[in-house]
């Protein structure tokens, strides 16, 4: 089967059904929440319907000044975007940074590629992967340089994540490769034609690089979304996590020497669209959600070519770190059942009660239903007051996203320390909203470079240890990002000191840190 839509017509009721099952969850029992302030601005991503319908997105400081931009790719033929927050409303700074291209643009990330203390961008576009290198200076000028890499056959560039692999102090990428919109097959599991395999680049140390996916290990499996280099199991070396279209989830741990080896994930054979990255029960490691299908499309239509001896799913997936790369897959306990299709999640503090939360983008561009009827996209808060601890869906945010979201973008737009929201949509606006939480909180500024790549922080309160937040190169779904990481201190009265752990063991300790202001790592 290469085609989910021709049964459309005799299915219009039990597709109907399945969404509204998966619209319909309980109702929130936290209280108390302010609603975010919407951010004015039309600005608006299009698709030419000849390549793929995703964008992409960064947080970056362009012109260091202190104050972030955000990136935004534009479709075929449209030009990107350079979003700054100005007088109440976001403005569009591209002329003449030299950012901006005519082609589709996907995954975005920033990161001091060249160590001079300014943050570059990494850019995969439906013709390449660019470098795009800060001129600094205050500039706001950047200057593009094309990536040598050979790409499979009929495939596109879809993502790049970047680490130090090795701790050689540069920066290696990871491509993740996708087959071309032209040859696209939905729900195509074992056409080895069809699959992409993706790309391990290491950093020459002068900006030109090798292809080590052979000996790495690391080629995948199928056509790849996104991926990112995660710290798993917190011994400073950074592994590999991959989120598969029509695969199973691959996780890769770092063996040291540029090789990895697979760990067994028994996800099942899904649609796995996003990566969300958090250490959501507060025990020191890092946690993974994957979103999926869910309900909205009925799972015959999507079994396309699977084996028997394939599981496949439809179902979104929590999987809890359990140290020593063991996971359990906590999704049931944790996120309310029956949601719908899904893209991007990202976890984020947001009402700053010391509990991460989960922001999950929704609809399906393509699926003809969604055109009718969307999802509103989920913002769910951690509820700590639950006999377990359970994500709810938390409608009073005032975060509803009737579009085709792609994935949420956590920034401080306007600089007062809390985490401002995006909603990154394809063929849609994009939408800001400004954070107006009364709770108090320790935003620490750490700077987008490779020493900070990996480095774990965490908070130490009057009432215990906070969660450990990890500075990661990309959540969500070709987005990055602010490299701020913010603390909700919820019911603390005192925050004793603030704890940076850097990959190559060395740390930095804050005694007694101010709340309500933004840190800025000396």
Known sequence: MHSIYRHLTCLCSVVCALFFAGCTTGASRLSNLT?????????????????????????????????????????????????????????????????????????????????????????????????????????????????????????????????????????DLYISTFVAFSSFKSATFN????????????????LTFTDITD?????????????????LNTDGWQDLVVAQNTGEIEIFRNLKGGTFQEVPTRSGYGFWMGLGVGDIDNDGDQDLFFPNVGTSIPEFLTRGDILESQRHTHDW??????????????????????????????????????????????????????????????????????????????????????????????????????????????????????????ERFITIVLPDDLKTLGARVYLETDKGRSYTRQVISGQGYMTDQTPDLTFGLGPHTQALKLVVIFPDGTSKTLHNPPVNTRLTLP
């Open 191 to 206: 056409d080895p034609d069809h699959a992409k395999t993706n790309r391990l680049l290491a950093n020459n140390g002068d």
């Open 317 to 438: 997936l929590l999987m809890r770190n359990d140290g020593n790369f063991s996971f359990s897959d906590v999704t049931n306990e944790w996120i309310p059942q029956g949601e719908g299709f899904a893209w991007g999640g990202v976890f984020e503090d947001v009402n700053l009660d010391g509990y991460l939360d989960l922001f999950v983008a929704q609809n399906y561009i393509k699926w003809p239903p969604h055109k009718v009827i969307r999802l509103a996209g989920r913002a769910y808060i951690q509820n700590p007051k639950s006999a377990i601890p359970r994500y709810e869906p938390a409608p009073q945010l005032g975060l509803s996203n009737p579009y085709f979201g792609q994935s949420s973008i956590v920034v401080d737009l306007n600089q007062d320390g809390r985490q401002d929201f995006i909603w990154l949509n394809m063929d849609g606006p994009i939408r800001a909203f400004l954070n107006r939480s009364r």
């Open 215 to 231: 000996i790495s290990g690391t080629q995948g499996k199928n056509n790849t979304f996104c991926a990112a280099f995660v710290d």
């Open 35 to 171: 609603p975010f302030e919407p951010v004015p601005g039309k600005y608006t991503h299009t698709w030419d319907k000849k390549t793929h319908p995703f964008t992409g997105a960064a947080v970056i400081d362009a012109d260091g000044d202190g104050r972030y931009e955000i990136f935004v790719g534009g479709g075929e033929g449209q030009e990107d975007f350079l979003f700054s927050y100005q007088g109440g409303g976001l403005q569009n700074l591209i002329s003449k940074t030299g950012l901006s291209s005519q082609a589709a643009t996907y995954g975005v990330r920033a990161i001091d590629m060249d160590s001079d203390g300014d943050t570059d961008l990494v850019v995969a576009r439906d013709d390449g992967v660019y470098l795009y290198l800060n001129r600094g200076a205050h500039s706001m000028a950047f200057q593009k340089k094309k990536v040598p890499v050979s790409l499979p056959e009929r495939a596109v560039p879809f993502d790049v994540a970047v680490g130090d692999i090795d701790r050689d102090g540069d920066a």
